[in-house]
C-alpha cells in the first residue's frame, strides 16, 4: 500500500515540477549528455531519505524513457547517519538532462526528511537515559505521511498510530458527542474489543474516570509538571500515560522525569526546518 503511495506522490510531483517538460535545460543540455553530480551537506544532519529519493529517480527515468539503471548511485553514508557540514552525501552519475529535472524535488525531499531526522535526534537526546518513548503524531504533511514517520523512525524515536484506521484513540471533540469520557471508553470497549483503547484527558478527575471505565493508554493533554507527577502516582501499575501538547525541547526532559511512559510531540513533524543541502555538477562526461 505505502510503496504505490509513494509512486503516486512521486508522479504527481513530477508532474508539478517538470510539466511538459525543463524548457531551460531543453535548450542548454544535449539530449544525450551525461553528467557526475555530488549531493552536498551544508550543515550538520541526520540523513533520512535516501532510499525514496533513489525511488524517485528511478520512476523520473522511466517518465524520461530511460532505463532506471541509468542513474548510478554512490553513496557514503547510510540514513540514520550524522553528517557534518561540507561532506558529500552521495555522487551520482548518469543523463544530465535526468539530474537536473530531478534536482529540485530531490533535495526538498532529503531536506525535509533529513530535518526531520535531525531534529527528532535531539529530542531523543535530551531523554536517552530516562525510559521514556518520544513518538510522534499525526500532523505530518498530506500524502507524505509514510516517508516523515520513516524519518522520526530513522532518528531513534517512535511512531505513533499511522492513521485513524489503525488505532483507537479517543479525543475531546468524540467525548463531547459521547457526553463522558465513562461513555467514550464504554462504547469503544464494546466496538472494538481487540484493540487496545486510548482516551485523551484534560484533569485528574477524568484521569480517573478513564481507568476506572478500563482505558489502556491516557493520554495527558497540555498538564503542567505537577499534575502529570500527581496523575503519573495515580496511574501507577494501572494504566499506561502519554504525554502531549505543547512539548518542546526546553520542556521535554522535565516532563519525561514525571514518569510518563510515552510522550508525544507534533513538533517533530509539523515544525521540523528543512536542512541545507545542495546538488552540484561536478563533471560533464
Same mark, same amino acid.
Given at each position: 500500500m ?5 509512486d503516486e ?5 513530477i ?7 525543463d524548457i531551460t535545460?531543453?535548450v542548454i543540455?544535449p ?8 549531493? !552536498?551537506c ?6 533520512a531519505?535516501?532510499p525514496?529519493v533513489?525511488?524517485?529517480?528511478s520512476?523520473?527515468?522511466?517518465a524520461?524513457g530511460?532505463?532506471?539503471?541509468n ?7 547510510r540514513?540514520g547517519?550524522f553528517?557534518e557540514?561540507?561532506n /558529500?552525501?552521495?555522487?551520482?552519475k @548518469?543523463n544530465a538532462r535526468l539530474?537536473l ?5 530531490a533535495l526538498n525531499l532529503l531536506?525535509?526528511l533529513?530535518?526531520? /531526522?535531525?531534529l527528532?535526534g ?5 531523554i536517552?537515559d530516562i ?6 503524531t499525526?500532523?505530518?504533511t498530506p500524502g507524505?505521511?509514510f516517508?516523515?514517520k ?6 531513534g524515536?517512535?511512531n505513533?498510530?499511522?492513521?485513524l484506521?489503525? /488505532? ?6 468524540h467525548i463531547?458527542i459521547a457526553g ?6 464504554f462504547?469503544a470497549?464494546?466496538?472494538?474489543i481487540?484493540?487496545k483503547i486510548e !482516551?485523551?484527558?484534560?484533569?485528574i478527575?477524568?484521569l480517573?474516570?478513564?481507568?476506572? /471505565? ?9 498538564m ?7 496523575a ?16 518542546n525541547?526546553?520542556?521535554?526532559r522535565d !516532563?519525561?522525569?514525571t514518569?510518563?511512559d510515552f510522550?508525544s510531540a @507534533?513538533?517533530l513533524t509539523?515544525?521540523a526546518r528543512?536542512?541545507d !543541502?545542495?546538488?552540484?555538477i561536478?563533471?560533464v562526461l
Open positions: 505505502y510503496t504505490s503511495l509513494i506522490v512521486f508522479r504527481i510531483a508532474l508539478e515540477d517538470i510539466g511538459k517538460g535545460s531543453e543540455v539530449e544525450q549528455c551525461n553528467a557526475v553530480a555530488q549531493i !552536498i551544508k550543515e550538520n544532519l541526520i540523513l531519505g535516501m525514496f533513489k525511488r524517485f529517480f520512476i523520473l527515468s522511466s524520461f530511460l532505463q532506471p539503471d542513474l548510478c548511485f554512490e553513496e557514503y553514508y540514513d547517519d553528517i557540514k561540507g /558529500a552525501i552521495a555522487t551520482l @548518469g539530474l529535472a530531478g534536482e529540485r524535488t531536506q525535509r533529513s530535518g526531520i /531526522a535531525t527528532t535531539e529530542f531523543v537526546k535530551k536517552k525510559p521514556v518513548k518520544i513518538l510522534d499525526r500532523k505530518t507524505l505521511r516517508m516523515e520513516y524519518a522520526v523512525r530513522i532518528a524515536a517512535h505513533h498510530r499511522f492513521a484506521y489503525d /488505532a483507537v484513540l479517543i479525543k475531546d471533540n463531547k463522558s469520557v465513562r461513555e467514550a471508553v462504547k470497549k464494546k466496538s472494538c481487540y484493540q !482516551i485523551e484527558v484534560k484533569s478527575e477524568e480517573e474516570e478513564a481507568i476506572d /471505565a478500563g482505558a489502556d493508554i491516557v493520554m495527558l493533554d497540555n503542567n509538571i505537577e499534575t502529570m507527577k500527581k503519573v502516582a495515580i496511574a501507577k501499575g494501572r494504566v499506561l500515560l502519554e504525554a502531549s501538547g505543547g512539548v525541547l526546553e520542556n521535554v !516532563i519525561a522525569l514518569g510518563v510522550i @507534533g513538533a509539523h515544525s528543512a536542512v !543541502i545542495s546538488m552540484k561536478k563533471e
